[in-house]
C-alpha cells in the first residue's frame, strides 16, 4: 500500500511503527531506541524517503532516521513501507531547527539531500549549511562529525563549500557530476525522489560533497 491523497496523512503518521511519535523522550538513547550499538544516520529534508529506505536496506548494520517537516511527505514516505521489515530505520516528522532537543551527542553522520536552496539573502540562515546548523550539529555529533550532501543547485553548493570549509570541515570527496564519475562514488546508486526526477529531465550534473571534521 502506498500513500495516496485520498487518505490521511496524521492517520497515517500515527499508526505506522516507521514514525517516531515523542522523539524528544529518546535524546540521548537512541542506540537504546535501536537495541544495539550501530552508527545512527540522520537525512534531513528526507521528503517521500526514497534515499533513506534505500540506505536502510543496503546497510542493516546502521540505524537510520529520516526528519521531515511536512506531514504529507513524511505519511508517504511511510506508507511505503506498510508490510516491510525495516527495524533499522525510522522517520520523524519535525523542523530540523530542533534536532538539539531530539539528540544528544549520537550521530555519526548526517545527509543533506537536495535541501531547499533559500537563495534570497534574507533566507541564508535556513540553509542546512549555514553557521547556525552547522552549530546545532555540533551538538548531535557524537565524536567525528560527517556530512554527505547532494543537490542540483549550484548557488547552493557553492555556498555550503565555502561555509563547510569556513567552518574546519575538510573534503573527503567533490563531485561536480556525482553520476558521471570514473571512480563512482558511494551509494550514488541510491536515488532520492528528487534526484530521481531530476534525471528524467536529462543529463544535468549533480554535485556532491563528503565532509569531515575529525579531531
Ligand atoms: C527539495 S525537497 C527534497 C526532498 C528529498 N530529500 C529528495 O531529494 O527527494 C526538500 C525537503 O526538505 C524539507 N524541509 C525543508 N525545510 C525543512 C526543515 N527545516 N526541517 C525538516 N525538513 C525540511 C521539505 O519539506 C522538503 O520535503
Redesign the pocket.
Known sequence: MEYNKEMNASNILNVSNYIVKNPTQYKGKWNKFFNNNNPIHI??????G??IIGMAKAYPKINFIG????ES?TAYAAGRLVGQNLPNLKMIC????DLYLVFGKEVDTIYL????PWPKKIDES?R?THVNYLKTYDRIFKKNKHIIMKTDNKGLFAYSLESLSQYWYSFKRVSLDLHHEEEPIPNSNIL????ANYQKEGNKPIYYVDAVYED
Open positions: 537525512e534531513l529534508g528526507m521528503g517521500r526514497n534515499f526528519i521531515e517537516l511536512n511527505q519535525m523542523n530540523a531547527n539531500t537536495f535541501s531547499e535556513k542546512f532520492t525522489d528528487f534526484e
